[in-house]
């Protein structure tokens, strides 16, 4: 879940910048939030250990496998016209990205299911293209004066969670704030025009999150986070194909309840 926050997070702070500094976009603006995400993710964990990074990424692309699952299941209404890539195709371009990051350690997932051989051969390259956007993005719009470091452009604010599951993960995130981690990181690191809150609402029955530009603000509903914690356990419980292949068993053993 808290995995799946960061990125969602940093997706919709992609949509942000974007409309912030209006920076050159070729191709679908979903698609550059994605790999904007993805890239901050890994370099926030430069220096950490594979062990630590890949379960962590993988769990994101995990989500976008098992939504495509279920909607083949129940043989759900597929939006081809949607700006949005499938989810099946959201999880191929993130495995791409990580693999890309990590080749040396990851070659025994090259040619499966997950990451077919004719793909993987791009990934190198489109990792790199990635991070070169992303660099550039942080090059020209990162902080210019000392004053503006100590300036916490970026703030989070919790609405008060409804009973039942809203509040479990109100408290969970309160424990484990990667909310307030990525305001500072943020903030510290780009000047932004100006402040943008993160906002955690409680949003019905629905779950999302979204960018909304008049207001500034990254609205995260408690109902996704609720929904992302139901992907993870459904995850655990059918999770024999992703077992099956031993890299991935190697990284994902816990998180997947490979035996």
């Not at 402040?195 to 029955?205: G, Q, V």
Request: negative net charge.
């Amino acid at each position: 879940m808290l995995a799946n926050l960061e990125f969602t997070l940093l997706h919709e702070f992609g949509h942000a910048f974007i409309e912030e500094f209006k920076p050159p976009v070729l191709g679908m603006e979903e698609d550059a939030a994605d790999r904007f995400a993805i890239i901050a993710m890994m370099k926030a964990r430069e220096y950490e250990s594979a062990e630590k990074t890949i379960p962590w990424l993988f769990s994101v692309a995990g989500g976008w496998y098992t939504e495509w699952e279920l909607k083949e299941e129940v043989k759900g209404k597929i939006d081809y016209w949607d700006n949005h890539n499938l989810e099946i195709q959201r999880f191929h371009n993130i495995v791409c990205l990580i693999f890309g990051s990590n080749a040396d350690v990851l070659e025994d997932l090259m040619d499966t299911e997950f990451l077919p051989f004719e793909r993987a051969m791009t990934c190198d390259y489109e990792y790199k293209q990635a991070l070169h956007a992303v660099n550039w993005l942080q090059n020209n719009y990162s902080q210019k004066s000392d004053k503006a470091l100590n300036t916490q452009s970026v703030t989070v604010v919790y609405e008060q969670p409804r009973e039942g599951q809203n509040k479990m993960v109100f408290e969970l995130l309160q424990n484990f704030p990667v909310a307030e981690t990525w305001a500072q990181r943020l903030s510290r690191r780009f000047t932004f025009l100006r402040p943008i809150r993160i906002e955690f609402e409680n949003c019905a029955s629905v779950f999302s999150a979204y960018w909304h530009a008049p207001t500034a603000s990254v609205t995260v509903c408690y109902e996704l986070l609720v929904h992302f914690m139901q992907m993870a356990e459904y995850r655990r419980q059918h999770s024999s194909r992703a077992c099956g292949i031993p890299v991935l068993r190697k990284y994902l053993g816990d998180s997947l309840n490979c035996h």
